[in-house]
C-alpha cells in the first residue's frame, strides 16, 4: 500500500490565485482530514470527513473549500490565496471506529 | 471543548540520556491517549499510544503514562540516540486536537 500520497510537494502561489491539494488514499479508509502546521506550531485542523459525501469544518476552515466524492480522495482548495495560508499541509486518514491517524507527507505552500 | 497543552516547547538531552516529555487535557470524558513523531520533512508516525484502563504502556526503549486524576500522560524516551531527535505532538483525538509539539535534540 502507498498509504497516504499528496501532491504537489512543494507550490508557490502569487496572491488571489487558486489551487487545490490533492490527497489520496488506498487503505479504504472512511475518515479523511486536512490539517495545517505553521512553523514552530501544532496542527490546526481545516476540514474533515466522515465518509464520501460528507465534510464538516474543523478549527481554522475560512479560506479552504473540501469536496469528498470518493472514499480515496480529499481535495482541498484555496480560492484567493492569502498569505496567511503560507503553511505546510498535511492530509490523514483514519479507520472507522480507530483514532490512529495515518498521515501523508505534506505539502509546502508558499503565497507570496 | 478539549485543550490540549504540551511542555516543554523543546528539550536537548545527551545522547543516552532520557527525555520526558508530557500533555495536559481538559475534557474527562477523553479515553485514548496517542503520542506522535514527526521527523524532518515528513508527516507525523504514530509511535505509541494508551488507553484510559491502563497507567503505562512500553514499547522498547518508549512508554507512557496516564494519569487520569490529574488529566495528563507524559511520553518517556529512555537510553536517548541520535534517530529520536524529532517533534513529538500529543494529541487528543476525540477532539480531533494536537499539542503544539515538542522538538527534541539529542546531542551525541
Known amino acids: 500500500n502507498a498509504g497516504v500520497t499528496q501532491t504537489p510537494k512543494f507550490r508557490i502561489l502569487k496572491i488571489g490565485q487558486s489551487m487545490t491539494l490533492q490527497c489520496t488514499q488506498d487503505?479504504?479508509?472512511?475518515?479523511m482530514y486536512w490539517y495545517r502546521q505553521d512553523p514552530g506550531m501544532g496542527l490546526k485542523l481545516i476540514y474533515y470527513s466522515v465518509g464520501a459525501g460528507i465534510t464538516d469544518k474543523g478549527e481554522v476552515p475560512n479560506g479552504y473549500n473540501v469536496s469528498r466524492s470518493t472514499t480515496e480522495d480529499f481535495p482541498l482548495r484555496l480560492e484567493l490565496a492569502a498569505p496567511s495560508q503560507t503553511s505546510v499541509y498535511f492530509c490523514?486518514?483514519?479507520?472507522?471506529?480507530?483514532?490512529?491517524?495515518?498521515f501523508g507527507p505534506g505539502t509546502r505552500l508558499t503565497v507570496t | 471543548g478539549e485543550n490540549v497543552e504540551q511542555h516543554p516547547s523543546t528539550l536537548s538531552v545527551q545522547e543516552g540520556d532520557s527525555a520526558v516529555i508530557k500533555c495536559t487535557y481538559s475534557?474527562?470524558?477523553?479515553?485514548?491517549f496517542p503520542w506522535y513523531k514527526q521527523e524532518l520533512g515528513k508527516g507525523p508516525q504514530l509511535i505509541i499510544d494508551?488507553?484510559?484502563?491502563?497507567g503505562e504502556k512500553k514499547d522498547q526503549r518508549i512508554a507512557v503514562t496516564l494519569n487520569k486524576t490529574a488529566k495528563h500522560f507524559s511520553l518517556h524516551i529512555t537510553e536517548t540516540q541520535p534517530e529520536d531527535s524529532a517533534v513529538y505532538f500529543c494529541?487528543?483525538?476525540?477532539?480531533?486536537?494536537f499539542g503544539a509539539g515538542t522538538q527534541v535534540v539529542v546531542t551525541p
Open positions: 490523514a486518514s483514519s479507520r472507522q471506529g480507530s483514532y490512529e491517524q495515518y
Open positions: 494508551i488507553r484510559s484502563n491502563v
Open positions: 487503505m479504504n479508509h472512511n475518515y
Open positions: 475534557d474527562s470524558a477523553s479515553n485514548y
Open positions: 494529541a487528543a483525538p476525540g477532539k480531533l486536537q
